[in-house]
């Protein structure tokens, strides 16, 4: 089992940043896949980003590319999201999701954090 803790959420104006962290505890293993996704309110849950635990082979959505980057810190456990140059079509709530590997789904998921980008 794989437990999962967003935090980072918040208000913040367009153009500005945030970084969500997710810590993560259990049975974490280097070949985990972890991802962060996002759900506007009336919309469908989509990717934005995900990387391998051992920090190998990030990938962004097309929507994010260029302005949010992942990223990993073993000795905390925790998977990040840096995200910058935020537009108000970000607002979501983002959540952090963990999957044994490229042949399964996202089996372990976040609680969310809210992020909101005023124009």
């Known amino acids: 089992q794989v437990q999962l803790a967003e935090s980072g959420g918040g208000l913040v104006q367009a153009g500005g940043s945030l970084r969500l962290s997710c810590a993560a505890s259990?049975?974490?293993?280097?070949?985990?896949?972890m991802g962060w996704f996002r759900q506007a309110p009336g919309k469908e849950r989509e990717f934005v980003a995900r990387?391998?635990?051992?920090?190998?082979?990030?990938y962004y959505a097309d929507s994010v590319k260029g302005r949010f980057t992942i990223s990993r810190d073993n000795a905390k456990n925790t998977v990040y999201l840096q995200m910058n140059s935020l537009k108000p079509e970000d607002t979501a709530v983002y959540y952090c999701?963990?999957?044994?590997?490229?042949?399964?789904?996202?089996?372990?998921w976040g609680q969310g954090t809210q992020v909101t980008v005023s124009s």
């Open positions: 999701a963990a999957r044994s590997s490229s042949l399964t789904a996202y089996e372990f």
């Open positions: 259990g049975r974490i293993f280097a070949s985990h896949i």
């Open positions: 990387i391998i635990w051992s920090g190998r082979d990030p």
